[in-house]
């Protein structure tokens, strides 16, 4: 069942990458007490994800943190070395926004957000969707219809609705 508004986000472990390699990063205390902003997307490297999702959080990375954003984080099904590289290469780490590798999936799984395109690769990849949170409960929920689409779920549109 996919997540909706007025749910709490469940407790999850992520990856990043640390100093000395792979760490774990629970979710649970990153949302509590805390305003944060979640996007996921179906992967690195691919086309809509990086060159029209995380760039519209990068460009509107100030906007949010005016209105009181305490962090960004961008998930996806991939490992932290990946993620790491990822974030580097757009940008998007220098700008202020985290990159959590959901290597399992089982966090895209718990809030229902998986989906399969075996063609191509795809296996337990993450719909794309941006939603903003406080204190773990969802408030603001956008899901794109389309995996190539990123309109409903851009940083721009997510701005506005905070």
């Known amino acids: 069942m996919t997540i909706s508004t007025g749910a709490w986000l469940p407790d999850a472990t992520l990856l990043t990458m640390g100093a000395n390699g792979p760490e774990q990063v629970a979710l649970g205390p990153k949302l509590q007490g805390r305003k944060v902003v979640i996007f996921g997307l179906p992967g690195a490297y691919t086309g809509t994800c990086t060159t029209a ?6 460009r509107n990375k100030a906007k949010f943190d005016a209105k009181g ?5 961008c ?15 757009t940008g998007a780490t220098a700008a202020g926004i ?3 590798g959901d290597a399992d999936a089982s966090f895209t ?5 998986d989906f399969d395109v075996p063609a191509i690769g795809f296996h337990s990849r993450s719909k794309r969707y941006a ?7 969802v408030k603001v929920l956008n899901l794109e219809e389309s995996p190539g689409a990123c309109e409903i779920s851009a940083g721009e549109t ?3 609705q905070i």
């Open 69 to 73: 954003v305490d962090e960004i984080i």
């Open 158 to 160: 997510l701005l506005s």
């Open 53 to 58: 999702h995380v760039p519209s959080f990068i």
């Open 131 to 137: 939603l903003y949170a406080e204190d773990g409960v």
């Open 109 to 113: 799984k718990a809030i229902g957000m």
């Open 75 to 89: 998930v996806s099904v991939n490992d932290p070395f990946v993620m790491k590289a990822w974030g580097e290469s």
């Open 98 to 100: 985290t990159f959590l």
